[in-house]
């Protein structure tokens, strides 16, 4: 159990790391040759140069000389709260404004309520005497601060009643007027977006199969049919996962030639050379440039074969298209209606932007999609539960105890004032953060083997999941296994039923090892983030032995994003702690809040200077957002009543029973009066944007813009040096690919049903909706092969 004394020193330890990383980032960034580490948005965006090409002697384009720069070292702080959040979202779009408001919505939920809870809960708290007088239960002065500290059926149980009903009330209105705000912010940040192409395209799944039609000319046909007015093009999908694992692996090869020729370049005198055998330890030595490119030329007659095997199976072609309308609104139409009146078939979304489109998983079966989510909905179900192991020997390695059991020739060691303190006060914390370290991959992979179509929905998907595991493995697991390791001896020697009871007065006492976790993930850990440790050794590394050219030297560049599926579950995590414990113990406010306020400034930095964003989807993430602060609310009201009942306060904690029902009936309030901005388009909107690109550009070449937006990525040519792996003959590959058509001249809708050159019988899929065909168009624009890669 953690003291105040444990508390003291840990919080020491991480304001000392911290400090020291500050001080690191301060220096290694007015650094010349760190300057693309820590500025790379701004290289992205063509707006900086590297001082290292400037004139002026080697030394200065190295390492700054200016000592008056070092003596200003904090002010990165100041110039990343400059930026006003409009020009923010001009800068770095609204994704990355609206995730730094979640910080901002944490500090304006909690310092009301810390301020709140100091003047009232503390008060009632201290002056009570119950944890002196209990032998059998194991405190720390900070215990004597919480609810612990009150003797069961006290009447000072109704003040803590009085303050969760005003902290949840207080978050009601918090959360309201942010949910207000964010959507405001997305639907004006829609109306004055420039052109996307997702803007005018949804995503079609589940095409049925038919004999006489490829699966181009069937969606052509349907979208003729069924959207005649607004239908203008459409891209049908490739299985080409294969064809791009193997340009990406002759990309990697080529990487190591340029190496290995660069090096012979320097030192012409030997040609280097390379062992055959594993990781080139062991082998004959054969010549470097040799070997690979013999590998190169290898791995280009595979690439050949596979794009010729993509362009004659037709079963390279997925059932799956993207769909691109004359309008914003034909598009908000067809993504936001059922197209068949078999709901399985035809399913139309939005599609994501271009950048944002997950391509392997578009390749996936429909109907394999449910088999996959059941398998990864069991597998995360046995891993939370597997990984209550680890966290049961965190929280029982953590303690004095735990420890002295396991290792008991260590007493005399870890007994000593400060070798105790550290491990109670800092060891718990950074223990939980390692074992934590791979989770997010971990969820990651299996959000992509669940079939997601793009990254910001595996993104989401991985953030639910951490976040679940966040509530059942850290708070539930930590606190479960926490108190009966901490209370072993009392849980031994007490009859069954009085065990609820000795567990309701130590839940608040878990508060220590939580304080500890918030100092080292969200002090410590959050300046951690902006030293960059880990791309700036990789950039260092990569530039001294694989960067050629400017080209190269900007690939080099990790500027990394976000990471909403980190990111995100991490915030939320805190939100839990600091609405349950602030009514139980709120000593735990104060750590919190310092959280939320030196994240929001140093993620600001981050967005400002460093992250690439990934893709936009528009703030599309609140809703989740909003909804699990709920969730956390819900959760402290129900461990409150639990806890009530523990205390003996029975006709007190029936009054807390409409805590969850009010925050039911607000969530699906905020639900149906601010969610549909989120996931519809309103067709008033769509119209107003419409009309005012008419009158703006009333000659725009509509289809151009889009015909190439959703061709797979290895069909696009993005290299100079894999010009041999790409045909750029539009006529006879792209334009198979965009789905390209002649509206000028289409009146009847085309076919090549058997059906229909005997007999003008209604289409299978359009329902009659067609006319009949007198006569069979004699080509398709989409029946030319793929284009090579």
């Known amino acids: 159990m953690a003291t105040l004394g444990d508390i003291s020193v840990s919080a020491a330890i991480n304001l000392l790391s911290a400090f020291i990383f500050l001080i690191a980032f301060a220096i290694l960034r007015l650094q010349p040759f760190n300057d693309r580490v820590y ?93 002196d007088k209990a032998a059998n239960v194991t405190a720390s002065d900070i215990d004597k601060l919480s609810i612990s500290n009150i003797p069961r059926e006290s009447q000072r149980f109704w003040a803590h009643i009085v303050m969760a009903y005003a902290f949840t009330f207080w978050t009601f209105y918090v959360l309201m007027k942010e949910y207000e705000k964010v959507a405001s912010m997305r639907l004006a940040f829609l109306a004055s977006e420039k052109r996307r192409p997702d803007q005018y395209s949804v995503l079609v799944q589940n095409v049925p199969p038919d004999a006489d039609e490829s699966v181009s000319e069937l969606v052509e046909h349907f979208f003729l049919v069924n959207h005649p007015d607004n239908y203008l093009t459409h891209q049908v999908v490739y299985n080409a996962n294969k064809l791009a694992s193997l340009v990406k692996k002759k990309k990697s090869l080529r990487n190591w030639l340029d190496f290995y020729q660069l090096k012979y370049s320097r030192n012409q005198a030997q040609r280097p050379t390379i062992k055959t055998g594993f990781l080139g330890c062991r082998g004959e030595k054969v010549d470097a440039i040799d070997l690979y490119t013999a590998k190169i030329e290898k791995i280009s007659m595979e690439i050949a074969e596979e794009r010729a095997r993509v362009a004659k199976d037709p079963k390279s072609i997925m059932p799956v298209a993207f769909v691109s309308f004359k309008t914003r609104w034909g598009a908000a139409v067809c993504a936001q209606t059922q197209q068949s009146r078999n709901p399985t078939l035809w399913l139309t979304e939005w599609a994501p932007e271009p950048r944002d489109v997950y391509w392997q998983n578009l390749a996936i079966p429909y109907v394999s999609l449910t088999i996959r989510r059941l398998i990864i909905g069991v597998a995360f179900f046995f891993l939370t539960f597997f990984f209550m192991i680890p966290i049961a020997m965190v929280q029982s390695l953590a303690s004095i105890e735990g420890i002295e059991k396991a290792a008991p020739f260590l007493e005399p060691i870890i007994e000593a004032d400060f070798i105790k303190s550290f491990i109670q ?49 850290v708070f539930l697991g930590s606190i479960i296994a926490g108190t009966a390791f901490e209370q072993l001896n009392t849980f031994l020697n007490k009859s069954t039923g009085e065990i609820p009871k000795i567990i309701g007065v130590a839940i608040p006492m878990k508060a220590t090892f939580f304080i500890t976790y918030i100092m080292v993930d969200g002090w410590a850990g959050i300046a951690g983030e902006i030293l960059m440790l880990k791309p700036l050794i990789f950039y260092h590394l990569k530039n001294f032995f694989l960067v050629k050219t400017e080209k190269d030297r900007e690939e080099a560049m990790d500027p990394g994003s976000l990471g909403f599926n980190t990111g995100e579950p991490r915030i939320q995590f ?129 289809k151009g813009y889009l015909q190439q937006a959703y061709v797979h990525p290895v069909f696009k040519s993005a290299d100079e040096r894999d010009d041999d792996d790409i045909d750029d003959d539009e006529d006879g590959g792209m334009s198979y690919l965009s789905g390209k058509i002649d509206h000028s001249d289409t009146v009847l809708v085309p076919t090549k049903r058997q059906s229909r050159r005997s007999t003008p019988a209604p289409s299978r899929v359009s329902a009659g909706s067609s006319p009949s065909m007198s006569e069979e168009r004699g080509h398709s624009a989409k029946g030319g092969p793929p284009p090579e890669p």
């Open 39 to 131: 500025f790379p948005k701004w290289y992205l965006k063509g707006l900086r140069t590297s001082p290292t090409n400037a004139g002026g002697a080697l030394v200065t384009r190295v390492v700054n000389l200016d000592f008056r720069s070092y003596l200003r070292f904090l002010n990165w702080m100041p110039e990343a709260l400059k930026m006003p959040e409009p020009e923010l979202i001009d800068h770095a779009g609204l994704d990355s404004a609206v995730y730094l408001r979640i910080y901002l919505l944490g500090l304006k939920i909690f310092i009301p309520i810390a301020c709140l809870a100091f003047a009232v809960l503390v008060p009632v708290n201290v002056t009570n005497h119950t944890l």
């Open 425 to 473: 006060g800092f060891l718990p914390g950074i223990a939980l953060k390692l074992f934590l370290i791979f989770l997010p991959s971990i969820l990651m992979m299996m959000s992509k083997f669940e079939g997601f179509n793009s990254l910001s929905s595996l993104e989401r998907r991985s953030a639910t999941r951490f976040y679940i595991f966040n509530i059942v493995n």
């Open 574 to 702: 805190y939100f839990l702690l600091g609405l349950v414990y602030s009514t139980v113990t709120p000593f735990l406010l104060p750590f919190i809040i310092i959280f939320f306020a030196f994240a929001y400034v140093v993620f600001r930095h981050q967005i400002i200077n460093v992250y690439n964003q990934e893709y936009e989807s528009a703030a599309a993430f609140w809703p989740a957002v909003h909804g699990r602060v709920l969730i956390a609310l819900v959760i402290s009201q129900l461990l409150m009543m639990g806890l009530l009942s523990t205390k003996g306060a029975a006709l007190a904690t029936p009054f807390l029973l409409a805590l969850p029902v009010l925050t039911f009936w607000f969530y699906r309030f905020c639900q149906g009066r601010y969610e549909p901005a989120f996931v519809r388009y309103p067709l008033q909107e769509a119209m107003m944007k419409d009309t005012l690109e008419r009158a703006r550009e009333p000659n725009l070449n509509l």
